[in-house]
């Protein structure tokens, strides 16, 4: 029988590779909803192609685009983000979330409370709300896959292991669009230098993330989230060829590594399939013509996106949240030209350094203290950033 499959975000680079696999075996899905955002004739096509039940743009100006593209079709169109958590509810036995940011978060747990398997690329969602989601699949009885690449390769590693006998995690970076730079250089990076990746082709924001360290920062939170092991158990390796994804060592002194290539068609096909592995269309890796793997630790003081993960890790509660809105509002500031590449960082260390520590900051954790986290952290961010123009 046909599993029946919804893409968040599917007009995005994840997106795309995942509508690629499932129109490569077409007859074994069924395609419930598609979203996406400004990109009308895209996703118009997607769900022609894949005859989706209904898509979704994020913006209610775009729904008359969106009803032009798709009419004489029986698909349904809906617009906004209250219709996207809508189209979230609609059941489905697998959904992608590939949203980018934590506009991911309330589709994501609409999803999890219908049930059902959440193939999770939407690292910002489990960095802001790691334990809501969690606690909200537990109830429900739904299940989450990781979809980025290194914990897509840690859970393989881990498969028929006891998580007890781990010693530590560790996930590989490529060093991104900089790594070869001299530190003094990185004041001065464009957005467009900062925008093109040595290794994989990707969404801009997660590339510019990439060059920073502050995607690393957010899989080391990621990490924490999805395996629990302890914060010191994490390390990030700076590992140029980004050839091998991720390794976990055990109590016995074994290191398992998971290799492939960069293709993000390995994590969204071993969760699309899963628990099956099925034959994927990715490139088959030639060790002797790769030759050497190299790896070196990452430096600390150039990167203090890692520095700053490590706090939030230590912090708990709601300081994941703080941390992820900040990050993407120096994320807006650098690409609208507002900020430089460096004052990224030194945006989010001053949000992380003042936040509040006491009163309802220390709440439950539920989707309501999450967005009262997410947007004084965004408002603080946005001033922090007006001062550093003014
Ligand atoms: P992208 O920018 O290419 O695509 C993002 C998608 O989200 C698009 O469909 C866009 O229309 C939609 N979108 C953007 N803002 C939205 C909003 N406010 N509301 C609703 N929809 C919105 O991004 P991407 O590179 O595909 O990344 C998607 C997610 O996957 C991110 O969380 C990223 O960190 C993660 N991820 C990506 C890669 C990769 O190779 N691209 C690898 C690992 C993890
Ligand atoms: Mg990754």
């Not at 900062?194 to 997660?206: E, F, K, L, V």
Request: aromatic share 4%; hydrophobic share 45%; net charge negative.
């Amino acid at each position: 029988m046909a599993r029946t499959v919804s893409i968040f975000g599917s007009t995005g680079s994840i997106g795309c590779n995942t509508v690629n696999l499932i129109e490569s075996a077409a007859e074994d899905y069924d395609v419930v909803a598609l979203t996406g955002g400004r990109n009308i004739a895209k996703l118009a096509r997607q769900a022609r192609k894949l005859g989706a039940d209904i898509a979704v743009t994020a913006h209610e100006e775009c729904y008359g685009d969106l009803k032009e593209a798709l009419s004489g079709s029986d698909i349904k169109v809906a617009a906004g983000q209250t219709a996207i958590c809508e189209a979230a509810a609609r059941p489905a036995d697998w959904t992608m979330s590939a949203i980018v940011g934590s506009a991911g978060l309330p589709p994501g747990l609409e999803t999890l409370k219908r049930g059902g398997t959440l193939a999770l690329a939407n690292k910002e969602s489990l960095v802001t709300a790691g334990p809501l989601l969690m606690a909200t699949a537990k109830a429900s009885g739904a299940r989450v896959l990781p979809v980025d690449s290194e914990h897509s390769a840690v859970f393989q590693a881990l498969v028929g292991e006891d998580i007890g006998t781990v010693e530590r995690i560790i996930i590989t970076a490529s060093g991104g669009a900089f790594r070869d730079w001299p530190a003094e250089r990185l004041k001065t990076a464009t957005l467009a230098e900062a925008s093109s990746h040595p290794n994989w082709d990707m969404g801009q924001r997660i590339t510019i993330d990439s060059a920073s360290l502050f995607n690393k920062a957010l899989e080391l939170i990621e990490t924490n989230e999805y395996f629990g092991v302890r914060p010191n158990q994490i390390e990030a390796l700076i590992h140029p060829e980004s050839l091998v994804h991720a390794l976990v060592g055990f109590n016995d002194g074994a290191l398992m590594a998971h290799l492939g290539p960069p293709d993000m068609r390995h994590a969204i096909g071993f969760a699309l399939n899963w628990p099956v592995r099925k034959a994927l269309p990715v490139e088959r890796l030639d060790l002797a013509a790769v030759a050497s793997l190299t790896f070196r630790a990452p430096d600390e003081a150039r990167y203090p996106a890692l520095r700053l993960a490590r706090e939030v890790m230590e912090a708990g509660g709601l300081a994941g949240a703080v941390f992820n809105a900040a990050k993407e509002t120096a994320l807006d500031g650098f690409i609208s030209g507002a900020i430089g590449f460096l004052e990224m960082a030194a945006v989010v260390e001053e949000v992380l350094a003042k936040r509040p520590r006491d009163g309802h900051m220390n709440a439950e954790i539920t989707l309501d203290t999450i967005l009262e986290a997410d947007h004084m952290s965004r408002r603080h961010a946005m001033d922090i950033i007006k001062q550093r123009q003014a």
